[in-house]
C-alpha cells in the first residue's frame, strides 16, 4: 500500500515494476486513477431586520479559501478560515425581501460552490402619528399641530378641506383650518406608503366648532306720559 496525500486534484497513471529473478520474470502493471476535486459546503445564517436596518450576515465554510457575499448590488469578498464563522455587514439597502448569495470559485483542487438558499427582509416601518388640537368657536380657525417620526409628506382632512403638508422627523407642524362650520369634526392624517415605510392614519383625534351665542343689545329711552 502506497500513500501520498499531496497529490492535486487530477488524473494520475502509476507504474509498478518487477525486475525479476532467476525464479520470476520482468513485470509491469499501469493503473491510471483519478483525484476528484472536492466541493465546498457553505453555511449562511442572518435575521430579518426593520429599515433602516443593516443585514447582518455569518458565514461558515469546511474549505479555507476566498468567498464572495452579495445581496442585490452589494458585493463583499472575504477569507474565510474553514469551520470558523465569519459576519459581514450590509447597509443602505431598501425595505424588501433579499436572497443571500454566497459563492466560492473554481480552484486547482476545489470546484465552484454557491449556497443562494437564504432569504431575509428588510422590513417597511410604520410612522407614528401624533395630532393635538384644540376646541373654539365659530367663527374661530382649527389649529391642529402634527408630528411624526418620519420625514415625508402627509394629508390632513377635516370635514370637505384638504392640506398636505411636509414633516421633518419629530418635529412639530401647526396647520390651520379656517371658514368651518360650527359642529364636531374628525381630524385625520395619513401617510401614503413608499418603498421604506407603510401607509398610516391617525383618525383618533376629534375637535368642536361650538356655536357663537349672540350678544343682544337693548337701548331704551325714559317718556313722560302720555308719550
Do not use: H, M, W
Request: charged content about 15%; proline content about 4%; glycine content about 4%.
Amino acid at each position: 500500500r502506497i500513500l501520498n496525500p499531496d497529490l492535486a486534484a487530477g488524473t494520475y497513471t502509476i507504474t509498478i515494476s518487477n525486475a525479476g529473478n532467476d525464479t520470476v520474470l520482468p513485470s509491469n502493471v499501469t493503473k491510471t486513477f483519478t483525484v476528484n476535486k472536492l466541493t465546498p459546503i457553505i453555511n449562511v445564517v442572518t435575521n430579518d431586520v426593520t429599515y433602516p436596518g443593516n443585514i447582518i450576515v455569518n458565514i461558515t465554510c469546511d474549505i479555507t479559501g476566498r468567498y464572495t457575499v452579495k445581496i442585490a448590488d452589494q458585493q463583499i469578498e472575504l477569507n474565510l478560515t474553514a469551520n470558523i464563522a465569519k459576519t459581514v455587514t450590509f447597509t443602505g439597502l431598501a425595505a424588501k425581501e433579499y436572497t443571500v448569495n454566497v459563492t466560492y470559485a473554481e480552484t486547482e483542487n476545489y470546484t465552484s460552490a454557491t449556497n443562494d438558499t437564504v432569504k431575509v427582509n428588510i422590513l417597511k416601518v410604520t410612522p407614528t402619528i401624533t395630532v393635538k388640537a384644540e376646541n373654539t368657536t365659530y367663527p374661530g380657525d382649527l389649529i391642529v399641530n402634527v408630528t411624526s417620526n418620519i420625514d415625508g409628506k402627509y394629508t390632513i382632512k377635516i370635514g370637505n378641506k384638504e392640506q398636505n403638508i411636509s414633516l421633518t422627523a419629530n418635529v412639530t407642524k401647526e396647520v390651520i383650518f379656517s371658514e368651518l362650520s360650527a359642529n364636531e369634526y374628525t381630524i385625520n392624517v395619513t401617510y401614503a406608503e413608499t418603498e421604506n415605510y407603510t401607509s398610516a392614519t391617525n383618525d383618533t383625534i376629534k375637535v368642536s366648532i361650538f356655536k357663537a351665542t349672540p350678544t343682544l343689545t337693548v337701548k331704551s329711552e325714559n317718556i313722560q306720559y302720555p308719550g
